[in-house]
């Protein structure tokens, strides 16, 4: 790209590896995609709590917060969506280095999209969770009546009615809203990282 051609990356004396040591814990993102109204928000902000009753150092990213600020110039056509996330997916690159765990809570309807975004990451760094939740679920809890608009006409693009959804078929972890409690999804999450040795 012309805009880059003369841009060299600048290296910093801290290393990520030396924040983590500081942090006491590694950096990470947690990628959760799903429907609107499937739980990606609440789930994202019950693991905020249980990392800042435990002293790790996490932040959460929402799609609504994001899009009021750095990406309040985008829409939802699906080159505006594909820009939204690859911001998303450079903030949150940010973080990582910086040594900090990121929650991020974002629809993020297209497969290519999310495998952009883990490609800017190192091996393990990158975690998706599928919040699954039927369209059926979702509509019924529509917590921002989003999809009593969608079917009257006054959004166009909606994600899961007028806008595919595309499932991965390998996410690290599935979480089912509409079986589990929000205790034991962010049990599940936990679970996982423990395990992986994240933290």
């Known amino acids: 790209m ?9 290296g910093y004396h801290v290393t990520k590896e030396m924040r983590q040591q500081s942090n006491k814990h590694g950096s990470f993102v947690i990628w959760l995609t799903g429907l ?14 249980f ?16 899009r009021l600020g750095l990406n309040k110039n ?27 765990i990121v929650m991020a809570a974002f629809i993020s309807p297209y497969i290519q999209d999310r495998q952009e975004v883990r490609s800017l990451f190192q091996q393990g760094e990158f975690i998706e969770v599928y919040i699954k939740c039927s369209l059926e679920q979702c509509e019924q809890r529509d917590p921002k009546g989003l999809y009593k608009k ?15 959804y595309e499932i991965s078929t390998s996410p690290e972890i599935i979480i089912e809203t509409d079986q589990l409690t929000v205790e034991e999804s962010v049990d599940k999450i936990i679970n996982y990282i423990k395990a992986n040795q994240l933290i």
């Not at 012309?2 to 600048?10: D, L």
């Not at 609107?36 to 709590?49: C, M, P, Q, V, W």
């Not at 990392?51 to 994001?66: M, Q, R, T």
């Not at 985008?74 to 900090?100: C, H, M, Q, T, Y």
């Open 51 to 66: 990392f800042y009753n435990n002293n790790y150092h996490a932040f959460v990213l929402d799609g609504d917060n994001v």
């Open 150 to 164: 969608a079917r009257k006409g006054e959004l166009p693009d909606f994600t899961g009615l007028t806008s595919p």
């Open 2 to 10: 012309e805009n880059v051609k003369n841009v060299v990356h600048q």
């Open 74 to 100: 985008l829409g939802f056509s699906p080159d505006d969506r594909k820009e939204n996330i690859r911001r998303v997916g450079e903030v949150s690159k940010l973080f990582v280095e910086a040594g900090s």
């Open 36 to 49: 609107s109204g499937s739980g990606k928000s609440t789930i994202a902000n019950a693991l905020d709590h």
